[in-house]
């Protein structure tokens, strides 16, 4: 263990006029504490990459109202990840989104009750106006009845690949999975406003399925023993779970980065560690697996910012 | 606000020889901090109960595999939940300690390597074996044929009320709501060990379906406009968001309990607060509600420990 | 390892009509998660009394704002506390309390530019009014005279002994220290109000000395090395670091609770573990020692309830 | 409300190949969640320089510990800190690192009691060697006989200034803060391995003192109601309330960034928002005031890079 540790001393981080972002990065994998952690998780992303892994990217619904949808669209077409699991709100508001919807950013303390009266729906300090769930529901019309025209029973995976190719947004997450053949699972699909969508219709089509036990099959034969696998685990809950159950009996992640504010005192599935995760083999034993602490709005862009600049030098991103 | 805030003033607590539970939780209640909020939690679980509100018992995995196990169990015999919704690996737990399986209690800083060499998982500080998991296939794969002869296509809710009736174990969470008629609803179905065996047993019977979307629907038409609805909602995820969002179009929740570990911070469902909640119109504008941030393991036995006692010298609970 | 390990196992919790406050903790304690180290703490505290472990009591100040004052003192009187040691806003509020101000119980939320302009000072949801600080002030210019009279270079623990006997209330922490001779040490005893009429005194009389230097010295030669010793560490900061260090040069503490909401992961001192201690000595390698995640207002007294119940029985109070 | 609410919105952000770390952090204001208030802290803390703001720089220990000790110091240089408020342990170890020491890098979940049997000290993922506080006693012992033969009564603030005034390298604390004229004040200055240096020293020369009431006095006549004041508050405790309390009496901040760890939700000094502190005075109703929760480690310099990119450019920074 020594001989590990001593390869690293604690150094100043200095700021200099004009610094990359990628040096500052740098700068702070030597501070101590979680920004050690921080400049791990970048060496681990990177080494996954350049290693051919299969990479899972997961991430919770409110990551993907907040402004990292278009930077999770973007790695997705440079080839950063190669399957997507994540829970329904992301998912709608990235549709939204890509129907020209907006978001206003306004403050953890608003006045909730004031909101609901003025028809906005708050995510943390983010809002969403009734108003674009309506549209949504128009949208939403519309693409069921095209796609249940193609196929009555589909996993989530051929559910959103479908809408997917119906979006014209290049910022969407949607729009360049389906471009790039990423599959996006959703183990809950129904929980969101999509759900309603989805009864409504069903009710008329009772024929209409969507088969999650048939989605299990698919993640889980996604990989095989021999490929080689990564995860970056942006958040807890089903997204997280799902993917690194996905790959248990296939061996388990060689790498892993878990950026989550959730604490592992409680037991919970969201604080989970990439060392809790060893234990039922979810994650190899002598995986290269890192857990940070922090809000993923600004830990994962920090970690990508110098992993993306590595990358790109070495050639192996795809644009 | 102010003539609120008066009528309440900070008690000193002070410990007696052989207090009761009850008279503790009424000590603390005037602490202040999260105590003053503990105290709020059980006022509003007495009052949802007394005003015959449907209530929703809502928890996350880790939770079942805790001791609280039984104790959910016991609160539906008592009449305290009229649905549950939680995510699968809880019921899978649930089902191994009805057939006897026993969890160790270890620690958080265990060795997960040597843990996974010895075939022990860990889940914060509770480990199951594997053989636990190995012997829950072989009840799986018994229990599913029985189900598959009597329905081919369930919703999640069917599907944990046919396992309910099989089992034999009063201090079961499935045994105790089939007996009572409370749904179990379980919307990521797949995401747990069950999801495998439900998956072998779709390839050799293709007909075999869980329904999500119908799960969905059976949820929501499970109360109407008319009904009072209160929610406990321990921890957070897909079980407390599908829960909310059910009665969104029935007019939301009268009376709302959330105990959590999570922070606002990050904007998260698992740390979204009763306010929040408000904006959407899941929990009504003038609802009694409260957040209490703690380890759901020591704050909720101590809201119910209150709770119940009064409910009970008033005769609402069923036994 | 494991042989430790089975020895416990989870076990289903459940209420009970009417019962004890120690048998709930005693229920919670093979729970899971943080209500297992709960019943550890218990533990630990029952055997630093039982073995007549010196006990250090160390709390933050807004525990002293809140109703675990009271308790508190209630801990002193039972002889379950030797040494104090805190900051000094809370015994600024001690001595408010024991001259019949009171605290109100607001909300977290509240708006504070309102609550500024109505002349409330916010502690988290307790209100404190700003005449009970001037009431404090003519308090304290009063008992500044009379101590000065007596001496004019004290310690800390000096300085709040002579207030400690000026007061005439049981509930009272600095009363009751005072009265079974219990130090009560507050290493930056100027940040607070108190700091603001010390400085005015001092103005008047420039020989009037708080000798920090010699504090450190008292609360060092508290203890020998033969001592056994123990700390029950509530909340982080200066007021645990004092204690903990104080010990260091005599061998370190036998027995260890701490506990705090305070997180690890920036390796703050407040979030700091037990575990960490024993890197530095201040706890002992082989010492007894938990660390509990939670707010202090609902855990301390749980963990105080099943210890001073069965320490009670085995007559090792006081009273 | 809404008006400010909808001149923001959230946007995507998007990597740049060479993207500057100041374009970096502009990126992530528009995102959601904490990032959103990352960059409402940088802009505060640019408005508080720009205006001439006297500006308080507070931290606690564990961060001169890390590698922002040399960015505290390069701060003072720059002229981005008038004052310092911190606790004695940080400036033990800049002291130690002004003297060639140099700490490991470690994991948060080392074994600490092979640690302690190493000689090596744990603050979190940081190591320090007992040697180097062997060494720091010899450093010690050396400038506390030279600092006697000059003053025998001493301020904490006149104690440093000694120190700064005798070290030898431009990225300590001290010896910027000293050269600079920035005074730094230290209120639980016996709360450290200097503590038990000052006791031996004062057993030898009674008459040498701290004088912690003189202290207060000068840190509260630093400022006057006309000038502007602003704070960076970085984690807890007394260091953080120290500060914000020296200004009450001189009308309160009026910038003010706090960066923690702490949860607001127990009631304690280190999670008090800039919100609460408005209900003191201690902040200006009227203030420009953001809480930022995450590892100062990481969002410090994020927020600072920004700031100074745009300081500089507009010659607002000393160099």
Same mark, same amino acid.
């Given at each position: 263990?020594?001989? /590990?540790?001593?390869?690293?001393?604690?150094?100043?981080?200095?700021?200099? =006029? !004009?610094? =990359?972002?990628?040096?500052? *990065?740098? @700068?702070?994998?030597? /501070?101590?504490?979680?920004?050690? $952690? $921080?400049g791990r998780a970048s060496e681990i992303i990177r080494k996954m990459k350049r290693d051919g892994a299969k990479i899972y990217l997961t991430f919770t619904s409110n990551m993907a109202t907040s402004g990292l949808r278009g930077f999770?669209?973007?790695?997705?077409?440079?080839?950063?990840? #190669?399957?997507? *699991? +994540?829970t329904v709100g992301g998912l709608e508001e990235d549709i939204m989104r890509a129907s020209k919807e907006r978001f206003a950013i306004g403050s953890f303390r608003?006045?909730? *009750? %004031?909101?609901?009266?003025? !028809?906005?729906?708050? *995510?943390?300090?983010?809002?969403?106006?009734e108003e674009s769930y309506a549209n949504f529901e128009d949208i939403m019309?519309?693409? $069921? @009845?095209?796609?249940?025209?193609? =196929?009555?029973?589909? +996993?989530? %995976?051929?559910?959103?690949?479908?809408? @997917? $190719?119906?979006?014209r947004d290049k910022d969407s997450i949607l729009y360049q999975a389906a471009r790039h053949n990423v599959p996006v699972f959703c183990p809950a699909v129904t929980d969101g406003a999509l759900g309603f969508h989805l009864f409504m219709f069903q009710e008329k089509h009772p024929d209409f399925i969507i088969d999650s036990v048939r989605d299990f099959k698919d993640i889980v034969v996604f990989t095989s023993q021999d490929d080689r696998k990564g995860i970056i685990c942006l958040g807890g809950g089903v997204s997280k779970h799902y993917a690194i159950l996905s790959t248990l009996?296939? @061996? !388990?992640?060689?790498?892993?980065?878990?950026?989550?504010?959730?604490?592992a005192s409680s037991g919970s599935m969201s604080g989970a560690t990439t060392d809790e995760a060893k234990s039922w083999g979810?994650? =190899?034993? #002598?995986?290269?697996a890192v857990t940070v602490i922090g809000d993923v709005t600004i830990t994962f862009p920090l970690v990508m910012a110098k992993a993306l600049e590595e990358l790109k030098k070495e050639g192996c991103l795809r644009k």
């Open positions: 263990m020594f001989k /590990v540790i001593f390869m690293n001393y604690v150094k100043d981080f200095k700021w200099k =006029k !004009g610094m =990359k972002a990628d040096e500052f *990065v740098t @700068g702070l994998s030597k /501070v101590g504490f979680q920004s050690v $952690l $921080l999770f669209a973007q790695l997705i077409d440079l080839g950063m990840a #190669d399957i997507i *699991v +994540t608003a006045d909730d *009750v %004031a909101l609901h009266e003025k !028809g906005m729906n708050r *995510v943390g300090n983010i809002l969403i106006r019309t519309r693409m $069921l @009845g095209k796609i249940y025209e193609k =196929k009555k029973r589909l +996993t989530t %995976a051929e559910f959103f690949r479908e809408i @997917g $190719l119906m979006l009996i296939n @061996g !388990g992640m060689d790498y892993a980065v878990y950026m989550t504010t959730a604490s979810k994650i =190899k034993d #002598d995986a290269d």
